[in-house]
Every structure is written in structure tokens, then in C-alpha cells.
């Protein structure tokens, strides 16, 4: 078993001593891709079916927004590093399940396209085939990072957190699903690892949405309740 099907499992069993299975709803298997027929029963496919096309429509909006396309300049080196980094690995290791699907930015052509929104959000979010994340977090991160070392760590972190969700089609199954976002802060940090980049990265990002939003928000961790869920997960 590789390590990161070792950490879904251990993850698996935090969640559940943690969390009251009422509070949450249904888990669902972050690993069966919309459409599958082992995926739920009828009125759970009409549901997935009709966020499909919600977010769908949200996408196109998001690539016909003149705002979200090419980092500028002061973010553009750092993001096509991260990205490169990111497809090197999904070319060479094996040891994911599914296989990654390469992305690129702004666009590529049968892969997953990364966007940079010049708005002044803190935040960042996966479509089906597209991530997006904004200039107020990017910015943020730079004036409490370090070193541009740091800073492009927790960047990192954050990109490919979002591309797993992407690559899991996980914005069409649930928005709010607790173990999701769990799982794709593990494949994050298991990324930046085997990319080369500093895990300081992660606390970074961890620390800035403490306080950006301390009370984390429905169906999601907190920022210290995600970072302490990694931690234990990862031993």
C-alpha cells in the first residue's frame, strides 16, 4: 500500500473518532468519479447531475472572465514552477491513484487549467477542469511569508490542493464534504514533499487562514483543526 492510500485510511479513522457521522451527512467515497454507476443511488446521480451543470456554467463564466487568466508578473514565475514541478511528477510517479492529469496556466489543451483572479479574495476553488486562485491570497501569502521560498510552498500547497479536488471531480459530487477536503490537504502535502518544496509552506498557509477566518465555515475544519488532522494522519 503506497502512502498515500496509508494516510486516506488513517485519515478515515480520525474522522470518524472525531466527528459524529450525523453532524456531517453521508460520506461519500472521494475516489468514484460522477457517473459511476457504484455511486450512489438514483436521486443521489439527479443531485450530482444538477450541481454538474451548476458548476459547469460557473466555469464557463470563470474562463470568459477577463480577470482570471495569466498570473501577472510579480506571480508568474513562481506559478509556472509550481505547475512544472506538479507535471513532472504526474509524468514520472506512479504511486497516485487515479493517474494525474497534467494542468497548465492559463490553459492545456486536455489537462486542467490554472487561472489567477485579479480580485482581492483570500481564497481559491476547483471547477472540473479548471483551479482558480486569487490575487488577495496570493498577496497575502507573500507579505507573511519569510522567504520566497516559503511563499512558494504554501502556494503550492494551495494549487495542488485544489487540483486534486479537480482531478477527484469532488466540486461535482459535494461542496461541503469534510473527509474531501481532508484528503486533498494530505495529497498537497504529500506533493510539495516529493516536488521539492519546504512543508513550512503549509504551516504558512495554515497560520494566515486562522486568522483570515478562525471559525472555519460549515462542514469544513478549521485552519488548526486541518493542520492538526495532517499531523497525526501522517505518523
Known sequence: MNRFATFTAKLLIVFLGSFALSACGDILNPDEKLGDPAGGGTTDRVMSNDRLASIAVEEHALRMNPTCGEADEEFLPSILEIIERFNTMAENDDSFSPRLTLAGHPDLDGGISVRVCSDSQISAHAYLETVAIHDGLLYTLKESSASETIFKSAVAFVI???????????????????????????????????????????????????????????HHLTATERAEAIDVASR
Open 160 to 218: 495542488y490542493h485544489e487540483l486534486w479536488h479537480a482531478q477527484m471531480g469532488d466540486a461535482a459530487i459535494s461542496p461541503n464534504d469534510t473527509l474531501m477536503e481532508l484528503k486533498a490537504d494530505f495529497f498537497a502535502m504529500n506533493a510539495i514533499e516529493k516536488v521539492g518544496y519546504d512543508t513550512a509552506g503549509a504551516e504558512l498557509l495554515f497560520s494566515v487562514l486562522a486568522k483570515v477566518n478562525p471559525g472555519g465555515s460549515p
